[in-house]
């Protein structure tokens, strides 16, 4: 079993910045591919980012491209997502998951077995 906490989201300025984190315990997030989704009201849930169990290969999505990047410390069980310029529609609950899928970067929520509660990021305009 792996527990995931998120933490970091708030409220922001457009065009300002926040660093989400999502720490592991349980098993060693080591072992696993992880990955950051989020879920705006009403709509469905998103692939934003994901990286491989050692940081190797990285994705994401081209609407977050140049401005969040996903990292990890395997050393401190941690993965993290640095958004920068962010916009109103950047609004959401953003959510880290973890995937067995330990060599690749799935885009599929049902791919990754383990989930965190969620933060809450906002943008105003």
């Known amino acids: 079993q792996v527990q995931l906490v998120e933490s970091g989201g708030g409220l922001v300025q457009a065009g300002g910045s926040l660093r989400l984190s999502c720490a592991a315990s349980g098993r060693t997030v080591g072992n696993y591919a992880m990955g950051w989704f989020r879920q705006a009201p009403g709509k469905e849930r998103e692939f934003v980012a994901g990286i491989t169990w050692n940081g190797g290969i990285s994705d994401s999505v081209d609407f977050v491209k140049g401005r969040f990047t996903i990292s990890r410390d395997n050393a401190k069980n941690t993965v993290y997502l640095q958004m920068n310029s962010l916009k109103p529609e950047d609004t959401a609950v953003y959510y880290c998951?973890?995937?067995?899928?330990?060599?690749?970067?799935?885009?599929?929520?049902?791919?990754?077995?383990?989930w965190g509660q969620g933060t809450q990021v906002t943008v105003s305009s």
């Open positions: 998951a973890a995937s067995g899928f330990r060599l690749r970067v799935p885009r599929r929520g049902n791919e990754y077995t383990y």
